[in-house]
C-alpha cells in the first residue's frame, strides 16, 4: 500500500492535477465508517495519481440513533456542512472562510453513503456551472428495502422518488452485493436501459483483512455472538430466548449489550467459535464475515445477502426464523444445529469449509477494486 499525505479539503492548494473528493460518511467508532474515513483515501490513491481530498463535516458527538446505523437528526447536520464546503469549492465564494473555487473538470466525487442529499447539489452546480465531474455513490440500505428501518418508517412517494433522483445523479452506484443491487433495482423501477449505472462492487474493507491476518489466534471458546444492532429487523427477541436455551451449554454474547470497543469487540471473535444471524434485512453482513475472518462458523438464514454469499453449511432454513413464531416451532431444530456445528469446529471438513469460505469473501465482498478502478 502506497503512503498518502492526507489532506482535507481546507489544507487543500489548487493545482493542474484533478483531483478525488472524497464526501465521507460520518465517522463513528461503533461501525466501519471510522475506519472507512482513514483507509478509503489510501485504497483510492493506489489506484490514481490524482489529489485525494476528504471534506469533513461537523460532528459534536458520534453516537446513534437506537436500533440504527447513525443518528437521525445529527446525520443532517453532518451532510449540511458538507455540503456548505463543496458549494465554495465549487463556486469560488470567498465571503465565507475556507477553501473556494477548487473544484475542475474532470474531478470525482466519491460519496461513501449514497443516501445523502449532497448529491443532488453537487450534480446541480456541476451542470449548471458547467463543470462537468464524475459522482460515484456508495449504497448502504434505504427506502427501497421494506426490512430497512427507513423502509418501515419513511412514507413512499418522496423517498422513493428522491432514491430514484440520487441514483441518476450518480454517474457510478456501488453495491455490495447482487442481492442489494437486484432489490434497489426491481423497487424502484428503474427500467433496464439505465442498470448499466448499478454495479456490483465489495465495498472497501481491506483494513479489516489486514487486521485479521495480524492477530494472534488464541484458544477458541464455546462462545456464540450475536453481533448485530438491537432492531427489529435483527429479531433480538430470537437471540434473547436462544440464550436462554443454550445456558449451560454456550455462552451467548449480545454485543450490543456489552459496551465493546471495537478492540475488544474483535477479541471477543477471535476467541469465540460462532457468528449467529438471524437477520431479516442484510445487504451485506460485515459482523459476519468479520466473524469468518476471526475463524468463527458463521451460521444465518437462507435469505437475504446471505443466500448469494455463503456456503450451503452455514445456513440454515429461512422459514426457521422468518419470525418468532415460526422460530418457536422450528426452536429444537436450531438448537440442536447449533450444538451440531460447536462438537465439529475442529474438524478438518469444518476448517476446510471456512478457509474456502474465508476466500469467497476477501476475493468477492471484502474489497473494492472494481469500484476504485473507475475513478480514471
Not at 74 to 102: E, H, M
Not at 154 to 159: F, G, K, Q, R, T
Not at 351 to 367: F, G, H, R, S
Request: charged fraction near 20%; include cysteine.
Amino acid at each position: 500500500m502506497n503512503d498518502l499525505k492526507f489532506t482535507t479539503a481546507g489544507d487543500y492548494m489548487s493545482g493542474s492535477k484533478n483531483t478525488v473528493w472524497i464526501v465521507p460518511i460520518e465517522p463513528i467508532d461503533q461501525r466501519y465508517t471510522k475506519q472507512w474515513y482513514n483507509n478509503i483515501p489510501q485504497l483510492i490513491k493506489n489506484f490514481t495519481d490524482m489529489e485525494v481530498i476528504t471534506i469533513d463535516g461537523v460532528i459534536n458527538n458520534t453516537g446513534t440513533t437506537p436500533g440504527a446505523f447513525l443518528d437521525f437528526g445529527k446525520t443532517n447536520k453532518y451532510k449540511a456542512s458538507q455540503v456548505q464546503t463543496i458549494s465554495q469549492l465549487f463556486t469560488g465564494d470567498k465571503t465565507t472562510a475556507g477553501p473556494a473555487g477548487q473544484v475542475q473538470p474532470g474531478d470525482h466525487f466519491v460519496i461513501t453513503d449514497a443516501w445523502n442529499f449532497g448529491i443532488t447539489a453537487i450534480k446541480y452546480m456541476s451542470e449548471l456551472l458547467d463543470i462537468p465531474v464524475t459522482i460515484h455513490g456508495i449504497w448502504h440500505a434505504g427506502h427501497y428495502d421494506p426490512t430497512d428501518i427507513l423502509g418501515m418508517k419513511m412514507s413512499d412517494n418522496w423517498a422513493e422518488n428522491l432514491e430514484r433522483s440520487l441514483y441518476y445523479c450518480c454517474d457510478y452506484n456501488y453495491f455490495a452485493t447482487d442481492f442489494h443491487k437486484n432489490m434497489f433495482l426491481r423497487n424502484l423501477n428503474i427500467p433496464v436501459v439505465d442498470h448499466y449505472k448499478a454495479i456490483r462492487s465489495g465495498q472497501p474493507h481491506n483494513h479489516i483483512v489486514d487486521h485479521f491476518n495480524k492477530l494472534t489466534r488464541v484458544d477458541k471458546q464455546d462462545i456464540l455472538v450475536w453481533p448485530h444492532r438491537y432492531n427489529a429487523d435483527k429479531q433480538p427477541e430470537i437471540i434473547e430466548d436462544l440464550k436462554k436455551e443454550l445456558a449451560g451449554k454456550i455462552d451467548v454474547v449480545i454485543t450490543q449489550q456489552e459496551n465493546l470497543s471495537k478492540t475488544e469487540y474483535y477479541d471477543l471473535l477471535n476467541r469465540s467459535k460462532m457468528v449467529f444471524s438471524c437477520s431479516l434485512h442484510e445487504n451485506l453482513g460485515i459482523s459476519q464475515m468479520e466473524g469468518v475472518l476471526a475463524n468463527c462458523i458463521p451460521l444465518m438464514p437462507n435469505r437475504a445477502s446471505y443466500a448469494e454469499m455463503y456456503d450451503y453449511n452455514f445456513l440454515y432454513p429461512s422459514g426457521w426464523t422468518q419470525d418468532f413464531s415460526y422460530y418457536k416451532e422450528a426452536k429444537t431444530h436450531l438448537i440442536d444445529l447449533i450444538l451440531d456445528k460447536f462438537s465439529k469446529y475442529n474438524t478438518d471438513n469444518m476448517i476446510k469449509l471456512l478457509d474456502q469460505q474465508k476466500k469467497v469473501l476477501m476475493e468477492k465482498y471484502l474489497t473494492a477494486d472494481v469500484m476504485f478502478s473507475n475513478i480514471k
